[in-house]
């Protein structure tokens, strides 16, 4: 017989079971590592960032943390900045900033194990997403770290004003981003005196930080000659004079190379020249007329130069060796960036105890546990190289140890273990810089 007393115990176990649950859900929600995937469900991912879907998730965080003042700066139509700030003591004295890029390449869906805007998270606590290490990590650890600090410590104020940055267009070159913040007044009023932007993970157990950038130099060179025909051998022809070209540009290639492979310097501490297109022939129906030696013929180079080395020699290897005009070659170099800062300063920041907010970004790292290995030049690009332009001091630095390097690759995906970690790592620079006093003397530069 159905009896509905005895139902009634069940019932009670049912309903205290989906109270517990939805209590349960409720501290999954507001936990660093949900929030977290949270921001990296927004896609941001070129061709079609969702910029204000990023920035509006990132407002509502940082309004609710006390004390931190949002301002949306719209620069060009499409691509705002996000600026939060938490106010110092003293405001006279020159900021810090944490930056981070709202945007990230894109990725082939088919290609990944779990979808790259799900931040699904896997049993041993892999958080797979496009941005996850490049670098949404950074930017929401950033809140997390000054939310923990205020919950700790809640008479903690800092001596300067910590702003925070969000900025669009990185992937892109930055020009549209980055690139016209600084030119811009609210710029100018940030007063900043020193910059943490990006870094890369570590797969070792000490963590990576970058002190400078390479500068791509897009190079073509170029060569024309009488055509003739092809079963003729005669000197100058177009095609001649860039086979002779390519062997003097391999040496040298490989004399760079050669450097990496000896350990004597890193791989991006060399000029890296890599050849990217060919581009001769007489083109045909079928493809290229083979019986004719073409007028002209070009290469494409991708070369990366680092700020120690000497942008007028290598225009002169170049000019002399690469692209003789006595040759019948011509030469373009694009410069994609700076090599040299305002003042004509090779484009780096000190590493060393000759520059204070080294000293005390190095200690800060040790307090939270952690070992920082030797400064390197990064191989590749960021926006920290708009602000070491101007003379102000910039490490790259993303705290991922033990971490394989997976920026723009598929899978790219980050552990719970390693984000919280960060976040701790945060904690302790947020209040070392901020409550940096510095010297009177103290100038943009650290000396
Ligand atoms: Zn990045």
């Known amino acids: 017989m159905f009896d509905h007393f005895h139902r009634l115990p069940v019932f009670f176990f049912l309903l205290s079971l989906s109270f517990s649950q939805s ?46 003042h949002s301002k949306i700066i719209h620069l060009t139509p499409t691509s705002p900045l996000l600026l ?22 894109p ?27 490049d670098d949404k990590c950074i930017g929401m650890q950033y809140l997390e770290a000054i939310k923990a600090i205020q919950m700790s410590d809640s008479k903690f104020v800092p001596l300067r004003n910590v702003h925070i940055l969000y900025v669009p267009e990185e992937e892109v070159g930055g020009f549209d981003g980055m690139g016209k913040f600084v030119e811009s007044k609210e ?88 050849p990217v297109f060919l581009n001769a022939g007489t083109p045909s129906p079928t493809g290229f007329v083979m019986n004719m030696q073409p007028s002209e013929a070009e290469a494409g180079f991708d070369i990366r130069m680092p700020p120690t080395a000497d942008p007028e020699l290598m225009r002169k290897i170049i000019e002399e060796q690469w692209a003789p005009a006595w040759r019948n070659m011509t030469y373009k170099i694009t410069e994609k960036g700076f090599l040299r800062d305002i003042m004509g300063r090779p484009l780096m920041t000190l590493a060393s105890d000759s520059n204070p907010w080294w000293s005390v970004f190095n200690e800060a790292v040790t307090r939270a546990g952690g070992k920082l290995s030797k400064p390197e030049i990064l191989a590749s690009t960021t926006d920290a190289r708009f602000m070491r332009r101007l003379g102000i001091p910039t490490f790259g630095f993303s705290p991922m140890k033990n971490t394989p390097i997976l920026l723009h690759d598929h899978n790219e995906n980050l552990k719970d273990t390693v984000y919280l970690e960060g976040i701790k790592v945060y904690e302790c620079i947020i209040k070392s810089l901020s409550s940096f006093e510095g010297s009177m003397n103290t100038n943009a530069m650290g000396f």
């Open 23 to 68: 209590i349960h859900e409720n501290e999954e929600s507001d936990t660093p590592i949900h929030r977290f995937q949270q921001y990296l469900r927004i896609n941001t991912a070129h061709p079609n960032p969702n910029y204000t879907a990023a920035i509006n998730y990132l407002t509502n965080f940082a309004n609710s943390i006390p004390n931190l």
């Open 84 to 105: 939060l700030t938490w106010p110092g003591s003293n405001p006279s004295l020159p900021s810090i900033l944490f930056n981070s890029h709202l945007d990230s390449v």
């Open 107 to 133: 990725a082939e869906p088919h290609k990944w194990t779990h979808p790259p805007f799900s931040a699904h998270k896997t049993s041993d606590g892999r958080i797979f997403a496009r941005g996850a290490q």
């Open 187 to 274: 710029f100018g009023e940030l007063n900043l005196g020193f910059v943490m932007d990006e870094g890369q993970a570590s797969p070792n157990d000490e963590f990576r930080v970058f002190y400078a950038d390479r500068t791509p130099w897009h190079t073509v060179i170029k060569a024309v000659g009488m055509p003739g025909h092809g079963s003729k051998l005669y000197d100058n022809s177009a095609m001649e004079n860039l086979m002779k070209s390519m062997e003097v540009i391999t040496k040298f290639r490989e004399s760079m190379f050669d450097m990496v492979k000896a350990g004597v310097a890193a791989n991006s501490e060399v000029i890296s020249v890599n």
